[in-house]
């Protein structure tokens, strides 16, 4: 089925350690995306991808980082984890034209300990 | 500042109607997203709206006022599965998504 997988599903980090969570497409998206998910709160963009080899901030970036390094995948790094960072992650992708809907991967439970 | 208002939480009867509102403030706007988003899963495209007025789309309508910063999903015929989150997302003028919070929907028999 095509789509965005997302992996791990989820995972325990002890805080100060790194991680990358791993965002894979198949619909040759040029659009990608990493949200954050917080209790009482709406998705946070953290980081976008307009096209590959592009990458740009989004309204949570620190802390963050991301590469493109084609249109496939876009992971998202964690260099040193802080408790403030447990969330569920979405990756998203979308195609051509400003109303072209979000895709979402299934997400990412990470919680920092 | 950008800002989506949206209710926290509602409640209605399997078979009826509900009516989910959605007001927003946003830099300039290019068009308003609805999705739904069941607890543990990721959100899901429900309707696009970027003209005034009413799209329909099975039992789920969704409406724009632009001049009233205003939008609502309506949900008929409701289902035990539409039991889920309602996201609302309008576009500013970047062609970036604010994101609401979010309205939990709670059907019940």
């Known amino acids: 089925t095509a789509g965005i997988t997302q992996a791990p599903t989820s995972q325990i980090l002890a805080a100060g350690r790194s991680m990358t969570l791993r965002c894979t497409q198949d619909m040759r998206h040029n659009a990608m995306y990493w949200y954050r998910q917080d209790l009482g709160l709406g998705l946070r963009l953290i980081h976008y991808s307009n096209t590959a080899g592009t990458t740009g901030k989004g309204e949570v970036p620190d802390g963050y980082s991301v590469s493109r390094a084609n249109t496939d995948d876009f992971p998202l790094t964690l260099a040193s984890a802080v408790p403030s960072q447990t969330s569920v992650y979405f990756c998203?992708?979308?195609?051509?034209?400003?109303?072209?809907?979000?895709?979402f991967g299934n997400g990412t439970r990470l919680t920092v300990t | 500042g950008q800002n989506i208002d949206q209710p926290t939480e509602m409640t209605a009867t399997e078979g009826a109607i509900v009516q989910i509102n959605c007001t927003y403030q946003t830099s300039g706007f290019n068009g308003l997203f609805w999705y739904q988003q069941h607890a543990g899963e990721a959100p899901t495209f429900l309707s696009y709206?970027?003209l005034d007025g009413l799209e329909e789309k099975g039992r789920f309508s969704s409406f724009l006022s632009r001049s009233k910063g205003y939008s609502y999903l309506l949900l008929k015929e409701l289902q035990m599965k539409d039991s889920a989150s309602y996201l609302c997302a309008p576009l500013d003028s970047n062609y970036q998504l604010i994101w609401g919070a979010g309205t939990k929907l709670i059907i019940k028999p």
């Open positions: 709206n970027v």
């Open positions: 998203a992708s979308s195609g051509t034209g400003d109303n072209s809907p979000l895709h």
